[in-house]
């Protein structure tokens, strides 16, 4: 009996005195390469998103919202973990996982810990465990899981075997199902998801997680608008006079470019960004773009409407954001990966059913990152926030509080490879952004690409896989701005006036206290966002795990 008494306080150490009936449930949808401007409630008028819209006249959006890394697994690791890629340490080109003592600070781990009843739908792009994505143990991690590790396609089924049992064939109806089994006991069971239990105790409160990876040009280039797609995917927007986006350069009529040459090596992109050098490409990925999104809004009306017929509407929360927005060939630019407003800036919205009237619809311009969102959830459920986080609760704000949680927002890109991305920080205020970068000394992807062929090998072998030696360059990456590395190139943009970022003015002397302002604060948000100690990680490449994927 003692011994019982010991586990259940333990169990709800971090419990700030709610029941179980007090603490909300809590819904986090995560979309993948969402800009801030494909929603009707951001100022899109032609893409169709009435749900979300409604759900941010019933809730707060955040105007001047901001992830701290513009690619998909650090941004979302950092989510996660509450922490910026600097401290957290895991990328693409990092060469390492999340290690379980890591993982354990995870809001999903952290929130399980204190009673909540855990459920992860979708995409997984966070590497966790000895092994990466092969660990397994994202999977044990949760009560329910319906997932699929990187990237799902259009077409899921052709990809993960976990959602051959499901009804739909594309990605957001079978997302769907996986939401509807979650929340309701009744839904058809899926034969390929994990469960720690049959069913969803209602004497818990729950935390579902909902990944997509859409509207993200890895998933939106195999739509193949096949006869059995929902008409959303097949017709809508195709009879639409579709406008080219604010300041878009075709790669043919580039005569400047936006960064040096040496700095930014354009020509190593990824070809699967091509599609932004033609007007005629990019119209058709944005017409897909919005057609995902219209799909995602569909499954947002879908949740509100299960939450209401099974009266649990009224004690959950729905959180709403993107991992980063992505380029459509503005200033003749395509990808991610930069600390410029088109991928750095993202909607987040909540909706709050307990929130006071007061803070019903409000658009909030408080600096506040996709960091935040954890501490956030974890005090929402009265939880007692790790050490480890370094995001803010911004709580008080969606209750209707003026006061922000920040003055700076920092955004950091590391991922500097032979794809052509420089390096380069950004710190900003509510007017200003100040950009550095770092001198790009990576080998050519086109050069590697060329001589694979030539040797016979495997391309793709040659461009994706990691190999210990790249675990000390992005370490140093991390280490030698703190330890006195200059710039070679840097950006003052008045974002007021200048929101597209056109008009450098670093070089503008009557902004002078300004710029010096801001690279003081940069040498502040940079060691904040490095921390005290070694990120928690496992060393995962392909050398140690020939079959990995990153």
């Known amino acids: 009996m003692k011994k019982q008494i010991i586990t259940l306080a333990l169990l709800f150490q971090g419990i700030l005195g709610m029941t179980a009936q007090d603490r909300p449930n809590i819904v986090f949808v995560l979309t993948d ?9 951001t100022g899109n008028t032609i893409v169709q998103t009435p749900n979300i819209d409604k759900m941010a006249k019933d809730g707060i959006l955040f105007t001047n919202a901001h992830v701290t890394s513009a690619i998909c697994t650090p941004s979302r690791v950092s989510i996660l973990l509450g922490q910026y890629e600097r401290k957290h340490g895991v990328n693409f080109n990092s060469g390492t996982s999340i290690s379980d003592k ?14 909540y009843y855990t459920g ?38 052709d990809r993960h075997n976990i959602f051959n049992d499901a009804i739909a064939f594309t990605q957001p109806e079978i997302i769907n199902e996986g939401v509807n089994e979650f929340l309701d006991p009744n839904e058809r069971k899926l034969k390929g998801a994990l469960r720690f ?15 997509f990876n859409l509207p993200h040009g890895a998933s939106t280039s195999t739509m193949k608008m096949k006869p059995t797609d929902d008409a959303i995917y097949r017709t809508l927007y195709r009879d639409l006079d579709i406008p080219l986006p604010p300041n878009y350069i075709a790669k043919a009529d580039i005569k400047t470019p936006k960064l040096p040459e040496d700095l930014f090596h354009v020509e190593d992109r990824q070809d699967g960004y091509n599609y932004v050098d033609t007007p005629a490409g990019i119209k058709e990925r944005y017409i897909r773009e919005m057609e995902a999104m219209t799909g995602i809004d569909r499954l947002i009306g879908n949740l509100r409407k299960k939450l209401k017929d099974l009266k649990i509407d009224k004690n959950t929360v729905i959180i709403f954001t993107s991992d980063h927005g992505l380029f459509g060939g503005e200033q003749g630019l395509g990808g991610k990966s ?37 501490p956030t959830m974890l005090a929402m459920g009265g939880i007692k926030i790790p050490n480890s986080f370094q995001g803010k609760d911004i709580s008080n704000l969606i209750n209707g509080g003026k006061e922000g949680v920040r003055n700076y927002v920092y955004t950091e890109n590391l991922w500097s490879t032979h794809f052509g991305n420089p390096r380069c920080e950004s710190v900003q205020d509510q007017q200003w952004k100040y950009i550095r970068y770092y ?16 040797l016979g090998m495997n391309v793709n072998e040659m461009l994706y896989k990691m190999h210990d030696p790249e675990i000390a360059i992005y370490r140093d990456y991390i280490d030698s701005p703190l330890n006195g590395e200059k710039p070679v190139y840097e950006e003052l943009y008045d974002l007021k006036n ?12 009557k902004h002078a206290t300004i710029l010096d302002n801001l690279k003081k604060q940069w040498k502040i948000e940079i060691k904040n966002a490095r921390g005290e100690g070694k990120p928690e990680v496992y060393r995962y490449t392909n050398d140690l795990y020939p079959d990995g994927e990153h």
Request: charged share 25%; aromatic share 12%; glycine share 8%.
């Open 33 to 41: 390469d969402q800009s801030y401007e494909l929603l009707g409630c």
């Open 120 to 157: 992860w739908v979708g995409k997984n792009h966070a590497p966790t465990g000895k092994g990466g994505y092969d660990s397994g143990l994202m999977e044990k991690s949760f009560d329910y899981w319906y997932a699929g590790h990187g990237h799902l396609s259009f077409y899921p089924k």
């Open 338 to 374: 930069m600390c410029y407003e088109k991928t750095t800036h993202v909607p987040i919205i909540v909706f709050d059913p307990k929130a006071p009237k007061k803070a019903r619809g409000l658009k909030s311009d408080a600096l506040v990152q996709t960091i935040d969102i954890a």
């Open 498 to 509: 200048d929101p597209f970022e056109l008009h450098n003015l670093v070089a503008e002397k």
């Open 102 to 115: 890591g993982w354990e600070g995870s809001y999903p781990m952290v929130m399980r810990a204190n009673g």
């Open 197 to 211: 239990l049959e069913n969803r105790p209602k004497d818990k409160p729950f935390m579902l997680s909902i990944n």
């Open 439 to 454: 001198k790009n000394n990576n080998f050519s992807a086109r050069k590697e690409i060329k001589y694979a062929k030539e």
